[in-house]
């Protein structure tokens, strides 16, 4: 069977010579079909070009926010724990508080309820580090609730307390001097001897001669070495508390002298069993010793004349 053949004829938009050729139907449709081939490859390489290319981009931006996800985390995580502290600060506080003044205390159910529930969350299309962050958001957002509830409370003790003033004057809620802290209330480590024991109160350095003075009214109940405290200072405020200052320098009170919150009682020193210059400073309750830090309450909670700094 003879192949058709297919006459193409050129001619030229001005002047000049046509062409005419002939071609093959087999070649023409062999052509045809490279052309059509060459096409759906070069389409289709260049589609999954483009989708790599794009899935390259789309998985560096989850990396970068990945990243991003992980420093919030860790900056929320810092918050938490300062939170976490601060809350229970002032928890122990408020224990204290009701526990001079033989308020009662909190029902924990009631405490719960200050919490609040926590928001519906759909984890079911977050990655973990978007289901990590949401967590430590609503971490923080418990504490603050809680930290709000607390602050509620402290209000309404101060209110009660109002009645009280004369309890409330009576109560070591300011530090004794300006210094820094040296040694906390707690199971310590002697810096003289190296034994580990309770260390019944705060230690506080600073200066000889830096200024002592009353963490709240009582009547002076001793004055004198006290041996390995050395010059010593006891005030009874009443209501069972009585506040102990020790390794003093100079007196400027004497036993039975009555004194109100912030009055100068002493000079700081380093008399008796002391490797320097600070102020041990107690605070007993009942004849048992307690942590004086939390008697001390916020500026706001204490009579303007109180302060000594």
């Known amino acids: 069977m003879q192949r058709r053949k297919y006459t193409i004829l ?7 010579k046509s062409y005419r050729f002939s071609v093959d139907s087999v070649i023409l449709t062999s052509l045809a079909a490279f052309s059509i081939i060459f096409a759906a490859f070069t389409f289709f390489f260049s589609y999954d070009y483009f989708f790599e290319q794009f899935d390259k981009s789309k998985l560096a931006h989850l990396q970068s926010e990945k990243v991003l996800l992980c420093n919030k985390i860790d900056g929320m995580s ?5 939170l976490q502290d601060s809350y229970e600060n002032i928890v122990d506080k408020e224990k204290a508080i009701r526990a ?19 928001e519906l969350f759909d984890y079911t299309d977050k990655s973990d580090a978007e289901m990590l962050a949401y967590q430590t958001e609503s971490e923080i957002d418990e504490l603050v609730r809680l930290s709000t509830f607390e602050t509620q409370q402290f209000k309404a003790i101060y209110e009660k307390l109002l009645d009280k003033k004369d309890d409330l004057d009576h109560m070591p809620s300011i530090m004794p001097c300006a ?15 190296g034994f580990k024991s309770l260390h019944a109160g705060l230690d506080i350095a600073n200066r000889t001669g830096t200024p002592v003075y009353a963490t709240a009214s009582g009547v002076v109940s001793s004055v004198g070495n006290n041996g390995r405290l050395g010059k ?32 100068k009682i002493a000079e700081m020193g380093s008399t008796g069993y002391s490797t320097g210059t600070h102020l041990h400073y107690e605070v007993q309750l009942n004849g048992q010793s307690v ?10 909670m204490v009579n303007e004349h109180s302060s000594v700094y």
């Open 78 to 82: 810092s918050t938490i724990i300062d």
């Open 291 to 300: 942590n004086p830090q939390k008697f001390v309450l916020s500026p706001e």
């Open 10 to 16: 050129v001619i030229p938009n001005g002047k000049g």
């Open 232 to 263: 010593t200072v006891v005030i009874d405020h009443g209501n069972g508390i009585k506040t102990k200052y020790g390794h003093l320098n100079k007196y400027t009170v004497k036993k039975g002298t009555k004194v109100n919150r912030g009055d």
């Open 179 to 193: 210094g820094y802290l040296t040694r906390g209330y707690g199971i310590k480590k002697h810096p003289i001897s």
């Open 100 to 118: 001079i003044f033989d308020l009662p205390d909190i029902d924990p159910q009631e405490r719960q309820l200050g919490i609040g529930g926590p």
